[in-house]
């Protein structure tokens, strides 16, 4: 059984994965519960630990981060960009983790967090709702912009979107722009719903989940962040090189670091501030480098147009 499929059976216990591999994967996305996501507080300084009501952490700066990628790799992938900021903030940082998107956006609705990284789609939707305020962006490669790609199993011989009919497909979250809407837009543009389409959808709730899920052939495709996708090439080639991407999509604004609207402004523009200068710090570029971001920057908002008018085409959201 592959490490992939270990993964998922210990999400739903043993047995459920019985007859194949497959029948696994579809069990999770159907009637997996929601995994338990522990607080995680890291110190202003020093190594990370988990919180303890034995020992109280004094006004942490809570940070919430979607879940893009898995939360074991979630962790690992920003615990030190976390940690900058509570040591340039001088308090410790507790890391909030959920399942879906949606869970984050209302987390940050409710004032249930300070910061929040999030996909495009969860930050037009959440800017619709309550009036969401981008801080920043990450730059790549000289574009605050990412795309979705396509991607099949390395041997697959589906070259276009259209010679996935009938097949299995990955999806990452219901609000996610690069792993759902762009898809599901494109299938609209021919006149097809996902249900139509394809003969199942399964959802992984992250990216890296549906890269690991094509690259074993759990599934035939799925659409994933190219952020990701580059970022994981890059970390994990073996993995990655299983796959190929048939399809690139248009650019859109990058996923950006939101806060509620009513945060305190002196907050909002200290977060704002050490996101904005890290890459002229030596230790905040080390970071960057890190995560193969070149710098952070306030982007041009129209960048996340194409995704409200999405919105608007695919759930009629204005």
Known sequence: MSMLAKRFQSLVGAGAI?????VGLLMVVACAPEPQYKKVVLPASGQPKLASASQPVLAPL????AGVISPKETYKTYQDLLQHLGSRLDRPVELVQRKSYAEINDLIRAGGVDL???C????????QDFGMELLAAPEVRGEALYRSYLIVPRDSLAQQLEDLR???FAFTDP???SG????TYSLMQIGETPDSFFHRVVYTYSHDNSIKAVAEKLVDGAAVDSLVYDYLLAQDPALVERTRVIWRSRPFGSPPAVVHPGLSADLKERLRNTLLSMDGDPKGRAILDGLMIDRF???DQTAYQPVRDMLVSVRGRR
């Open 120 to 127: 495009s789609e969860a930050f037009v939707q959440g800017q």
């Open 18 to 22: 019985a007859t194949s591999v497959l």
């Open 166 to 168: 009938g097949k299995i």
């Open 62 to 65: 809570r940070v919430a981060v």
């Open 175 to 177: 609000d996610s722009n």
């Open 116 to 118: 929040a990284f999030v």
């Open 297 to 299: 920057i306030v982007p």
């Open 180 to 183: 759902w809407l762009v898809p």
